[in-house]
């Protein structure tokens, strides 16, 4: 993932869990300075992040977590896990789990959550859809930075990749469809 901080540097969220800073230093236009600003391990798996005046707001596996530098020395040093708890997936699906994250204008946390089965979102057994539209899986959840809880906002997505608002405040949604995984396609995950 890449989101330019609130400086304009650059930052590229890898799929190790570390977190770089990318400057153009000679002034050519292209970044060439490459720097960590988060190295520790505690991340898997992460998806999503979005910037905020508290720090950056990363989506991984199991976890939304902000990254803080409390000491000023421009590398996140703190790790304050916001939202956790949901139930596991059904299956193992790379690990990948909390995904897509933004902030709306008050600084709400929006991220997705994978469905239960990728390969079976609909989770039909014996010709029987078990998808509970009540459950966390499959969702858009939105942490209200007053209250410290989770609500659900939407259902209905496979693997909701990447979330934006626009700027009347309009959240949008790109969800993995799945067509290669369920027959005939997936027609009704979007």
Same mark, same amino acid.
């Given at each position: 993932n890449l989101r330019f901080a609130p400086d304009g540097t650059l930052t590229s969220l890898g799929y190790d869990g570390r977190v770089h800073l990318l400057r153009d230093t000679d002034g050519d236009g292209l970044e060439d300075s490459d720097e960590l600003f988060w190295s520790k391990t505690t991340i898997t798996v992460p998806v999503g992040m979005a910037w905020s005046t508290n720090g950056l707001y990363v989506s991984s596996h199991g976890k939304v977590s902000l990254l803080r530098d409390t000491d000023g020395d421009g590398k996140a040093d703190a790790e304050e896990i916001i939202a956790s708890g949901w139930p596991r997936t059904d299956v193992a699906s790379g690990g990948v789990d909390a995904?897509?994250?933004?902030?709306? =204008? @008050?600084?709400? &946390?929006?991220? !997705?959550?994978?469905?239960?089965?990728?390969?079976?979102?609909?989770?039909?057994?014996?010709?029987?859809?078990?998808?509970?539209?009540?459950?966390?899986?499959?969702?858009?959840?939105?942490?209200?930075?007053?209250?410290? =809880? @989770?609500?659900? &906002?939407?259902? !209905?997505?496979?693997?909701?990749?990447?979330?934006?608002?626009?700027k009347a405040g309009d959240l949008f949604n790109t969800d993995q469809e799945g067509e290669t995984w369920c027959p005939n396609g997936n027609p009704l995950d979007e």
């Open positions: 995904a897509a994250l933004a902030l709306d =204008k @008050l600084g709400n &946390v929006y991220f !997705g959550l994978v469905t239960a089965d990728y390969s079976n979102p609909y989770r039909v057994k014996n010709s029987t859809s078990r998808y509970d539209l009540n459950g966390m899986r499959g969702t858009i959840q939105k942490w209200d930075t007053k209250t410290k =809880k @989770l609500e659900t &906002v939407a259902t !209905g997505s496979r693997v909701p990749y990447t979330l934006a608002f626009n």
